[in-house]
């Protein structure tokens, strides 16, 4: 079963995901931060075999298991692709997860609520995302009793994401704004919409590749379909703003940026060993170039798809044991060259 | 006929060419600086029929020109391949050149002194270019009148060359030493022992792709083996300090050289427009890299062949027309990718 990272839509040149999260709490437990041991293990026991409702009515295979279960290494790689958050993974208390096995679907127990439900979509399609985390909503709320107020809606740990405890988010690549410095104007310009824009790792963290998160700041005032709505609207004013800088980049400066593209691919088909922020540089210059067609591959490559297989879990889960660092550039700028096609 | 420097035994790793060069003067003309128009151009004239007498004695062909019939392009390709020196291609009065095929001898008329022999020989080979030098040098003597002082020597121009007229001069690729910065010390070394060293294009140049050129000072008081013996002597002191120093970077940062290797590589392989300092530099790193086996090419490559053959003025001449700096540096690239080997 193809990963959702692997399909076709997922090229587009500059939304590459977009993410709903749901947050849930069960009305018979109290909230993860308060909750004991005892209490945090039965909610994951309670929840678990809610695993085998979704696969049959979803109809694909869906998987669960345990926290404590995962090696340090299964967890920094299910990090890199956004299944896991570093809160669960570093939860001290039990806490479970269940994922499908095209990795669209994610459900996290008892990290900061009862449950979080996870859905990601290829390319700018947060209504196939909702779609995706409202069916599994429903099949959970079947199962399960929430926690929700006729006033305020759904009960969650934290006040903000109190109302319809939902996040939508997009991952956008923005390399043309990143390189004007343009990224700070935007992050004020969003604010007034209501929107916030960071790191692809969370909150605080520095953008790798030039690849941002987009996402929603309230959660209550508005339904579901309006905060999909307006981020939307955020989303594709963002895209007309850096095709535009990337076609005026393109105007002045376009033998320096096909070289730069260029020499990207070079060093990306000889190198032997590559760190992954040098890597997800070069990648970015690349998908740049691809995108907009200063370099032909002969055969399609997703992008995106490689840089999170080049991410440090990632490299160590495709062998199985934890290695240096030295090693993990070697193993990282080998699988590069054997994954990149010739150029035309 | 190959020109020297396409002939195999130019591959030594450090020692690029050797090169005399012999300052005479007639003594039936005043010296060059003080020479008028006619004089001038009675000196051309009477010089060039040599030109015939040389090519029968030495059994070669070599051609003879006037300076200013050369267009700037011919000029600059021949300055890049060291044939002149930039004071006869800047030359307002009448001035000549007799150059081999093979481009090992030249001889200038009217630069600095009435006649300046010039003799390359590839890799560290300092009596083999003395051997030629000498032979023109008796052959122009049989023709002509030197002006020959019984306790002085050979007069010259310049007080510095009088004596021997003599200068020795060894071409060095050296990155190691360049790179942990010891070439201000070895300047000052090799000054004790009447030698200098600078950059490839002559005094006060800055050194290109970290080749410099190391000569001796004095040309009064030695005669021309104990001069050619004493040069011969530090330029093998400057070699066992340059592989010293490989050993010991490759030693300490083996991993890194080779990234720097395989980088360089592929960036000259897949660069669509670059400098020539760019291209010196990498093509410098290459060198390196296959002189230590760090990087194994499908087929020998002559990097120093291809350095010369990527200047500015080369890269005109073989279209045989002066172009922008922005098609040079498309040409060069162009040039560079289909030279290079694969590698293995």
């Known amino acids: 079963m193809l990963k959702w990272y692997e399909e076709k839509e997922a090229n587009n040149d500059i939304v590459i995901s977009s993410r709903i999260r749901l947050a849930r709490n069960l009305d018979k437990y109290p909230f993860s931060s308060i909750m004991d041991e005892k209490e945090a293990k039965e909610l994951v026991e309670e929840v678990k075999p809610l695993t085998q409702v979704i696969a049959e009515k979803e109809d694909k295979p869906y998987y669960s298991c345990n926290i404590n279960t995962l ?22 208390q039990p806490a479970g997860i269940i994922i499908s096995e095209d990795e669209s679907v994610s459900i996290m127990i008892n990290e900061e609520d009862h449950i979080r439900i996870q859905s990601i979509a290829a390319g700018l399609n947060l209504t196939k995302a909702y779609e995706m985390a409202n069916r599994i ?32 988010s997009c991952m ?25 824009i960071r790191g692809t790792y969370g909150e605080g963290t520095k953008s790798l590749g030039t690849i941002y998160q987009i996402s929603n700041q309230k959660t209550l005032g508005a339904s579901e379909l309006e905060i999909i709505d307006n981020l939307n609207r955020l989303v594709l004013q963002v895209i007309r703003h850096e095709h535009k800088r990337r076609e005026y980049v393109l105007s002045i400066n376009h033998d320096e940026l096909e070289e730069q593209v260029y020499r990207a691919y070079g060093i990306l088909k000889y190198s032997r060993q590559i760190s992954s922020e040098d890597a997800m540089t070069l990648l970015s210059q690349l998908k740049f ?16 798809q490689l840089m999170m297989e080049i991410q440090p879990g990632s490299i160590q889960w495709k062998i199985g044991k934890t290695v240096g660092r030295s090693t993990r550039n070697k193993m990282r700028a080998e699988f590069i060259r054997k994954t990149l096609p010739e150029i035309k």
């Open 71 to 92: 090696s340090d290494m299964d967890k920094t790689a299910m990090l890199e692709r956004h299944i896991l958050s570093p809160d669960l993974a570093n939860k001290n």
């Open 137 to 168: 909503d429903d099949i959970t709320n079947e199962e399960l009793n929430y926690a929700f107020d006729k006033k305020y809606g759904y009960l969650t740990s934290c006040p903000t994401n109190v109302g319809t405890g939902m996040r939508a």
């Open 172 to 196: 956008m690549y923005l390399p043309a704004l990143t390189s004007a410095k343009m990224i700070p104007k935007l992050i004020e310009e969003l604010a007034k919409f209501g929107a916030t």
């Open 289 to 304: 170039g691809t995108d907009y067609k200063l370099l032909y591959l002969k055969k399609d490559l997703n992008i995106h």
